[in-house]
């Protein structure tokens, strides 16, 4: 789950991280209230949306009265933002964050984010922050700084020092440095974050370490533990698809393909998406519907697929364990009399109930194509779609 820059500030702020005066505005008359309040003489005005590269993308201005803060909001509010991050459809800007200006003497970046590989917290972090730390990644990666963190003992204030000294940071700041680490360390642990991210974290001609923006995302599967955390979701930054699926406990990703997918198990998921592009298609789902779904989960789960204008074939791949073929053939047959089934549906069952489950779908009125194992799914769909473009 991710939040905008402002309300990750103000979580970082709780735990001691140090952040710019600044605040949140969803119109021209509040951007120009936000800036009066702040005072001053420069401003920034953020567009608020749940991506990166906004600079680039004219999302993050300067203004020097308070009247052209409040032209700059009327200008980015109501428009929709596209950076490298969003996609082409870009992410709706109804926010802009109004922060102080900052007299900037260097940028840095620091990040404390899952390590799959070691199972561990890492510190990531680079003397060369700014809106190009991707390129700095990929084309000098020995400026990156990595330190894992054992999680019997947490970060440690040595680590701490050590990265401070491998940034170049005066000896005068080694001790800030440290603060500033221990605290987004620990903002990371006590919120199950999955990524906390100081882009850039800045040194001020004044000799101080500042939070200029910040990126957070927490485990959405630990949100159950901080219900708080669930209230800052902006639902308007987020697939409607994908939205309404976690209000019915299904595990939705929305791709770029033609074939969508209903499959029970993320691996299996995983491995049905692999065949269907080894047969020449693209998916244009992950959908896992859980090992426990009801009918009315699965008919939920059939409706969202088909609400994708993109969709031109679903592929329905089932191993019924604790989840039964026979809850699925109803629940797909609910589902596509509901909406008016319009495409091909190639159907694959195996395990618990397998028999019922394909008496249940042979005996409906539907076009269905059953299909004998995965590869013979994924070669049948892939075919009906095709065949279904060329007519």
Not at 213 to 223: E, G, T, W
Request: proline fraction near 3%; charge should be negative.
């Amino acid at each position: 789950m991710n939040i905008h820059e402002y309300q990750a500030k103000e979580l970082l702020a709780k735990f001691g991280v140090k952040v710019p005066a600044g605040i949140m505005a969803e119109s021209p008359t509040a951007a120009i209230a936000a800036a009066k309040e702040l005072g001053g003489e420069l401003w920034v005005v953020k567009a608020q949306v749940h991506a990166g590269g906004r600079g680039k993308a004219g999302g993050v201005k300067l203004a020097k009265s308070v009247e052209e803060v409040g032209q700059l909001a009327d200008e980015m509010l109501g428009t929709t933002l596209v950076t490298h991050q969003t996609g082409p459809e870009g992410q709706p800007v109804n926010k802009v964050y109004i922060t102080e200006g900052i007299d900037i003497a260097d940028e840095l970046y620091v990040c404390m984010m899952l390590d799959r590989a070691t199972s561990r917290v890492c510190m990531v972090a680079s003397a060369e922050g700014g809106v190009d730390i991707e390129e700095v990644a990929e084309k000098t990666p020995e400026a990156i700084i990595r330190i894992s963190i054992d999680p019997t003992t947490g970060l440690m204030p040595y680590q701490c020092r050590d990265v401070a000294f491998k940034l170049g940071l005066d000896a005068s700041l080694v001790g800030q440095a440290t603060k500033f680490f221990m605290s987004l360390y620990e903002a990371f642990t006590h919120t199950d974050a999955d990524m906390v991210e100081i882009n850039p974290m800045v040194i001020t001609k004044q000799g101080e370490l500042n939070c200029l923006d910040s990126k957070v995302s927490f485990d959405s599967n630990a949100m159950f533990r901080h219900k708080d955390l669930v209230e800052l979701r902006d639902e308007e930054q987020e697939d409607a698809k994908e939205v309404r699926a976690s209000k019915h406990d299904l595990s939705y990703i929305s791709l770029d393909g033609s074939i969508g997918c209903m499959v029970n198990g993320a691996g299996l998921a995983m491995a049905t998406m692999d065949i269907i592009k080894y047969y020449g298609g693209e998916p244009a789902n992950f959908l896992d519907v859980g090992g426990s779904a009801t009918e009315e989960r699965v008919t939920e789960a059939f409706k969202i697929i088909l609400s994708d204008e993109n969709v031109e074939g679903i592929l329905v791949n089932i191993f019924g364990g604790i989840m039964k073929c026979d809850v699925i053939a109803r629940g797909v047959l609910a589902a596509a009399k509901e909406v008016k089934l319009s495409v091909p549906l190639v159907v694959r069952l195996a395990g618990t109930n397998v028999e019922q489950g394909k008496e249940i779908l042979a005996g409906s009125d539907l076009p269905i194509i059953p299909a004998s194992d995965l590869a013979d799914a994924a070669e049948k769909v892939v075919k009906a779609v095709k065949d279904a473009q060329a007519a």
